[in-house]
T-cell receptor, first 116, second 112 residues
Framework: GAVVSQHPSWVICKSGTSVKIECRSL??????MFWYRQFPKQSLMLMAT?????????EQGVEKDKFLINHASLTLSTLTVTSAHPEDSSFYIC????????????FGPGTRLTVL | GNSVTQMEGPVTLSEEAFLTINCTYT??????LFWYVQYPGEGLQLLLK?????DKGSNKGFEATYRKETTSFHLEKGSVQVSDSAVYFC???????????FGTGTRLQVTL
């Protein structure tokens, strides 16, 4: 149980294009999902908290117009990197909190984005 | 604010050696504590957790005890395997916001 998937697992795009990453909770309902960014050999940096049916809450320093988050259902959240640039290349990881718990997050396998 | 401090890696051990990865924390309130493991090229997997003082979390031979008096949650395993090679993250949550605060991660390399 408690499986979270991400799609795609990796993507290469040209500078200036937009990329959408999906995060799905497969066997539970997630009222809250989180998006993280991880740089090589570093810890995870929380980008935003996504709540089903409402606007995402972004961490300080994260551009909300660049990283668009939509949480349209209890099992799906999407992160769209708009007008991507090489510095946006990173490993993006989502997590989902089972609405039946208050503390445990389950993580997706991550999406590696490379912007050329 | 909340913070998690982990021992710096990499930690290199021979197979069947004893493992300890230190983790200490500062937090407001009473946090829940977690260890996550990240295998190469993958996302994080929950390894174990403890939600109150003196609780012991255990899974796959790993264990960690929530020590409130020393604000620690050290990860231990009696006999590591090559397949345990990964990056281990200590983390905590306080309150209802569910924001995880991560340590910087400790890379473990187990050799034959």
């Amino acid at each position: 149980g408690a499986v979270v998937s991400q799609h795609p697992s990796w993507v290469i795009c040209k500078s200036g294009t937009s990329v959408k990453i999906e995060c799905r909770s497969l066997d539970f309902q997630a009222t809250t999902m989180f998006w993280y960014r991880q740089f090589p050999k570093q810890s995870l940096m929380l980008m935003a908290t996504s709540n089903e049916g409402s606007k995402a809450t972004y961490e300080q320093g994260v551009e909300k117009d660049k990283f668009l988050i939509n949480h349209a259902s209890l099992t799906l959240s999407t992160l769209t990197v708009t007008s991507a640039h090489p510095e946006d290349s990173s490993f993006y990881i989502c997590s989902a909190r089972d609405q039946g718990t208050t503390d445990t997050q389950y993580f997706g396998p991550g999406t590696r984005l490379t912007v050329l | 604010g909340n913070s998690v401090t982990q021992m710096e890696g990499p930690v290199t051990l021979s197979e069947e050696a004893f493992l300890t990865i230190n983790c200490t924390y500062t937090a407001t309130g009473y946090p829940s504590l977690f260890w996550y493991v990240q295998y190469p090229g993958e996302g994080l997997q929950l390894l174990l957790k403890a939600t109150k003082a003196d609780d012991k979390g255990s899974n796959k031979g790993f264990e960690a005890t929530y020590r409130k008096e020393t604000t620690s949650f050290h990860l231990e395993k009696g006999s590591v395997q090559v397949s345990d090679s990964a990056v281990y993250f200590c983390a905590l949550i306080t309150g209802t916001a569910s924001k995880l605060t991560f340590g910087t991660g400790t890379r473990l390399q187990v050799t034959l």
